[in-house]
């Protein structure tokens, strides 16, 4: 089944804008609606307990299904989102809404929180920097919770994840004796953490450029600052709608997180806030250095026009006398005067220096 794709825009720091080709498509349509960043889908699965780990990829989705029904705890993740002929199979094989196979293929979908009978719908944007470009990427990533599994969807391959797959492959009691709510949380936390990673990365690069901003301002410095606006307005994209989709979270009264492990959900409240909080303090700081670059722009302008003015109005009395002594008529009483011309030499002296004077007792300059 070919699945047809709709074409975003290339420039990653546009505002999303509802395509002309989604009006009128049904919510749960299996449609993929975003760009491809994967060539293939690639499916892994970590079958784990306190005893025993299974680790494989498989190429095709049935043998997943199996594990479902097991009692150990199963992570499937799932790269690639454009294959609608697998969402079906996923959708009739573990009997997902089809609501949220729906969602996890639209790549541009609302960071949300669904609970359903059987299972929890998690969505957010994962936060990544390229380290060849050093540009903040952005990718959907969607998490399906049910009792026994959990999967995950993810736009391409990545190793964002290694950590928590390294931390099971060790034997580490908490996450290997703990469900798919535990399993969950150290997805999410990763998340958020790279949140706040990234943010700091940019906060170094802010907090230097307010320091050369104070005995440097040219136009190199506005590019930079509008730069570091748009990268954090881009960011802030992602991370206030992840903080309210915590804060749901949070909130639910569902029996697939345990009690136990509500502790660890809170603790997410506070890393997506700080995340939060965080992003608003670079935003008032980057407002700061735009006021501060045009407020010292303005003040080095008034310098250079108290000058030209002071050197203007020095300039006008003796422009007036030397227009007198330029003009053609032939009578000047003091033309044939032997004297004349060192003496307008000196009253034009004594204009210039007593205006000076003046104009420094009044601390014009």
């Known amino acids: 089944m070919i699945t047809p794709k709709i074409p975003m825009p290339s420039n990653p720091f546009k505002f999303l804008k509802k395509q002309k080709q989604e009006i009128g498509i049904s919510p749960d349509e299996l449609l993929f609606r975003g760009i491809r960043k994967s060539d293939k889908v690639h499916l892994n699965i970590i079958d784990f ?4 780990l299974e680790e494989k990829s498989i190429k095709h989705i049935e043998e997943a299904f199996p594990l479902n029904k097991t009692d150990s705890v199963t992570w499937l993740n799932i790269d690639g989102l454009h294959d609608a002929t697998l969402m079906d199979k996923i959708y009739k094989g573990i009997e997902l809404p089809k609501l949220v196979l729906s969602t996890v293929m639209d790549t541009q979908a609302r960071p949300t929180v669904q609970d359903f009978e059987n299972s929890l719908f998690i969505s957010l944007k994962m936060m990544q920097r390229d380290p060849v470009t050093d540009q903040i990427t952005v990718e959907n990533l969607s998490l399906v919770i049910t009792e026994n599994m959990l999967i995950s969807f993810q736009e391409k391959k990545g190793d964002v994840f ?3 797959r390294e931390r099971i492959r060790m034997n580490k009691k908490r996450i290997r004796n ?7 949380f150290t997805l999410l936390d990763i998340v958020i953490d790279n949140y706040i990673y990234n943010l700091g990365i940019l906060g170094e690069k802010i907090e230097d450029l307010e320091d050369r901003l104070l005995v440097n301002q040219n136009k190199k410095t506005i590019d930079q600052i509008n730069r ?12 206030k709608p992840a903080k309210e989709m915590i804060l749901n979270l949070a909130k639910l009264d569902t029996d697939l997180i345990d009690e136990e492990n509500e502790i660890y959900y809170r603790e997410l409240q506070v890393n997506i806030s700080h995340a939060s909080e965080t992003s608003d303090n670079y935003r008032e700081m980057l407002s700061d250095q735009l006021n501060i670059y ?4 303005s003040a080095k302008l008034n310098d250079i026009m108290k ?3 002071i050197f203007s109005v020095i300039f006008i009395p003796l422009t007036f006398i030397a227009g007198i002594y330029g003009t053609n008529f032939d009578v000047l009483p003091e033309l044939h005067y032997r004297y004349s011309y060192y003496i307008m030499w000196l009253v034009m002296i004594v204009i210039t220096l007593s205006m000076l004077v003046y104009f420094k007792k009044k601390k014009w300059f």
């Open 49 to 52: 307990n306190g005893e025993k």
């Open 162 to 164: 290694e950590p928590v």
């Open 178 to 184: 703990s469900g798919t709510d535990y399993l969950a």
């Open 228 to 239: 570091y606006k748009r990268e954090l307005n881009f960011m802030r994209k992602s991370i």
């Open 294 to 297: 045009h407020t010292t722009i």
């Open 307 to 309: 000058f030209l003015t």
